[in-house]
């Protein structure tokens, strides 16, 4: 997420906690029907308001008929819900088909409590790719599966209603479908798909192992409770490695100050002494991967771009919020309200139509890529690995790299769409009779130009999709693409693996501007 100068984040919590609350809650624990379809209704209408309160255009990535047809769908759904988890499942599938990555919605503590103690999942880890979705591990009698195998089918259900299944709880940028596969791991999916269809008496899977064989088998629900958690994602300050003489691999996972900060350090200064270092050992060849990057605090972006581009770029166009302060009528007649800035940071808005308030141009952020030069600046060769974890400031920078032609891309596409995303200050918002928390993302950062395929992120030069047997591994086939790019003699783009196909439509790769 893109932090603007001050992190807010306020919790309201929506009603009081009555006993019916309680026992509503308690209730998602599958013990029986305890939300009326009247508390069900109120909860998805106040998730509708707060959304449409919140975001300046909740239909930015599609029609305005297709926000409303979504809205009138989530409250059907409500009409008659068993319990908790039910009104989850209305809500993310409505906030999903707003279509904003920084979007989060999830189930109250009660409901995934239950759902951990009590809830048989299909059997099977499964990893996703733009080549189809593969078993990454077994449990249960899925054991005889071998890994590695290829999903055809669950249940008659071909490889891509399942991913359509997943995206519909998933949020996501536009039409972006790696952040998904990447942001959903392992158990994720089966956890998902229980969340959706409750308790399933087996499995009907097809598949086809990794030496071509197709088999079948018939798989019994395995609990939960014995399946091992999603490993943590690692993030880490960035570092350098020597490939080669010449050669070097900058790994930058995150712009999270935080991370920095319980280092000891803080970006700019690592980033200011790793450039210095790729400065006096002289190289001329440089891989940067983002593959990880999820973003984290403005503007660590912004510096890093400086340390590759010398000019500074104008990368917003506008950067919004829909006026200082926000407010919603609960369904019971609560007025909630939210400041998005404080009076200081007031200093740097300007008021635009219908209330509405854009971020001025001006120090220390403003809507430029960055107002002071940096030295050393790498002007070399230049390779950049991006995937579906590739998102807010990091698919932002992968973004303004690509818009002034720097580098050649390679990895898949980034999680964060090419023209801009909602994000920076969240209103955080508990649904009161479900549970359910909304983080509402605030601020709409449009850049300055526009994508010839709007909804989608930066797209590679060599696409390259991880596959299941290099999961954890940096050095995979993309890094090892990434790495012939670089040592290649003549223009990079030119010299894709013979197994990667060349993604990048030419709406992105801007004649006569590469800089490499």
């Given at each position: 997420?893109?932090?603007?100068?001050?992190?807010?984040?306020?919790?309201?919590?929506?009603?009081?906690?009555?006993?019916?609350?309680?026992t509503?809650?308690?209730?998602?624990?599958?013990?029986?029907?305890?939300?009326?379809?009247?508390?069900?209704?109120?909860?998805?209408?106040?998730?509708?308001?707060?959304?449409?309160?919140?975001?300046?255009?909740?239909?930015?990535?599609?029609?305005?008929?297709?926000?409303?047809a979504?809205?009138?769908?989530a409250?059907?759904?409500?009409?008659?819900?068993?319990?908790?988890?039910?009104v989850?499942?209305?809500?993310?599938?409505?906030?999903?088909?707003?279509?904003e990555?920084?979007?989060?919605?999830?189930?109250?503590?009660?409901?995934?409590?239950?759902?951990?103690?009590?809830a048989?999942?299909?059997?099977?880890?499964?990893?996703?790719?733009?080549?189809?979705?593969?078993?990454?591990?077994?449990?249960?009698?899925?054991?005889?599966?071998?890994?590695?195998?290829?999903?055809e089918?669950?249940?008659?259900?071909?490889?891509?209603?399942?991913?359509?299944?997943?995206?519909?709880?998933?949020?996501?940028?536009?039409d972006?479908l790696?952040?998904?596969?990447?942001?959903?791991?392992?158990?994720?999916?089966a956890?998902?798909r229980?969340?959706?269809?409750?308790?399933e008496?087996?499995?009907?899977?097809?598949?086809?192992?990794p030496?071509?064989?197709?088999?079948?088998?018939?798989?019994?629900?395995?609990p939960?409770?014995?399946?091992?958690?999603?490993?943590g994602?690692?993030r880490?300050i960035?570092t350098?490695?020597?490939v080669?003489p010449?050669?070097?691999?900058?790994?930058?996972?995150?712009?999270?100050?935080?991370?920095?900060?319980?280092?000891?350090?803080?970006f700019?200064?690592?980033i200011q002494?790793?450039?210095?270092?790729?400065?006096e050992?002289?190289?001329?060849?440089?891989i940067l991967?983002?593959?990880?990057?999820?973003?984290?605090s403005?503007?660590?972006?912004?510096?890093?771009?400086?340390?590759?581009?010398?000019?500074?770029?104008?990368r917003?166009?506008?950067?919004?919020?829909?006026?200082?302060m926000?407010s919603?009528?609960?369904?019971?007649?609560?007025?909630l309200?939210?400041?998005v800035?404080?009076?200081?940071?007031?200093?740097?808005?300007?008021?635009?139509?219908?209330?509405?308030?854009?971020?001025?141009?001006?120090?220390?952020?403003?809507?430029?890529?960055?107002?002071?030069?940096?030295a050393p600046?790498?002007?070399?060769?230049?390779?950049?690995?991006?995937?579906g974890?590739?998102?807010?400031?990091?698919?932002?920078?992968?973004?303004?790299?690509?818009?002034?032609?720097?580098?050649?891309f390679?990895?898949?596409?980034?999680?964060?769409?090419?023209?801009?995303?909602t994000?920076?200050?969240?209103?955080?918002?508990?649904?009161?009779?479900?549970?359910?928390?909304?983080?509402?993302?605030?601020?709409?950062?449009?850049?300055?130009?526009?994508?010839?395929i709007?909804?989608?992120?930066?797209?590679?030069?060599?696409?390259?999709?991880?596959?299941v047997?290099?999961?954890?591994l940096?050095?995979?086939?993309?890094?090892?693409?990434?790495?012939?790019?670089?040592?290649?003699?003549?223009?990079?783009?030119?010299?894709?693996?013979?197994?990667?196909?060349?993604?990048?439509?030419?709406?992105?790769?801007?004649?006569?501007?590469?800089?490499?």
């Amino acid at each position: 997420m893109i932090l603007p100068p001050r992190l807010l984040l306020t919790v309201l919590v929506l009603g009081t906690l009555l006993p019916g609350h309680a026992t509503a809650v308690d209730g998602a624990t599958g013990d029986g029907p305890t939300l009326s379809p009247a508390q069900a209704r109120d909860d998805v209408q106040l998730a509708i308001d707060v959304a449409e309160a919140a975001l300046r255009h909740p239909h930015w990535h599609h029609p305005p008929g297709g926000w409303e047809a979504a809205r009138t769908r989530a409250l059907q759904d409500a009409a008659a819900p068993d319990d908790a988890m039910d009104v989850y499942v209305a809500v993310a599938r409505l906030m999903a088909h707003v279509r904003e990555g920084h979007l989060d919605v999830a189930p109250s503590d009660a409901a995934r409590d239950w759902q951990r103690a009590h809830a048989r999942l299909l059997p099977l880890d499964l990893h996703w790719s733009g080549e189809g979705v593969f078993v990454s591990g077994t449990h249960g009698d899925a054991r005889a599966v071998p890994v590695g195998s290829r999903v055809e089918s669950i249940n008659g259900e071909p490889a891509d209603a399942l991913l359509d299944e997943l995206a519909s709880l998933s949020a996501r940028d536009g039409d972006i479908l790696t952040g998904t596969m990447r942001e959903c791991p392992g158990r994720c999916y089966a956890v998902l798909r229980h969340r959706i269809r409750g308790d399933e008496t087996g499995f009907a899977l097809r598949y086809r192992t990794p030496d071509g064989r197709s088999g079948q088998a018939r798989l019994s629900p395995h609990p939960m409770r014995e399946r091992p958690p999603a490993p943590g994602r690692a993030r880490r300050i960035a570092t350098l490695e020597w490939v080669a003489p010449g050669i070097a691999y900058l790994e930058v996972s995150t712009f999270s100050n935080r991370i920095y900060r319980e280092a000891g350090t803080s970006f700019r200064a690592v980033i200011q002494r790793l450039f210095e270092e790729i400065h006096e050992g002289g190289a001329d060849r440089l891989i940067l991967d983002l593959r990880e990057n999820g973003g984290g605090s403005e503007p660590n972006e912004a510096i890093l771009y400086s340390y590759l581009v010398a000019e500074p770029l104008q990368r917003y166009r506008s950067v919004e919020a829909r006026g200082r302060m926000l407010s919603v009528t609960s369904p019971a007649g609560t007025t909630l309200t939210h400041e998005v800035f404080d009076a200081e940071e007031m200093a740097f808005q300007q008021p635009l139509a219908d209330g509405r308030l854009g971020r001025r141009n001006l120090p220390p952020e403003g809507l430029m890529s960055h107002w002071e030069r940096a030295a050393p600046v790498y002007t070399g060769r230049l390779a950049i690995l991006i995937g579906g974890r590739t998102f807010s400031g990091g698919a932002e920078l992968a973004a303004m790299l690509r818009h002034v032609g720097r580098g050649v891309f390679v990895g898949e596409e980034t999680g964060g769409t090419y023209e801009g995303n909602t994000s920076g200050y969240s209103w955080d918002v508990t649904l009161s009779h479900s549970g359910v928390t909304l983080g509402m993302p605030l601020l709409r950062f449009r850049f300055d130009w526009d994508a010839a395929i709007a909804g989608r992120g930066v797209l590679p030069d060599c696409d390259v999709a991880p596959r299941v047997s290099e999961n954890g591994l940096s050095r995979d086939r993309a890094w090892h693409a990434a790495l012939a790019l670089v040592q290649h003699d003549a223009d990079p783009r030119g010299a894709c693996p013979a197994d990667a196909a060349a993604g990048a439509p030419p709406h992105q790769r801007p004649p006569g501007r590469s800089r490499h």
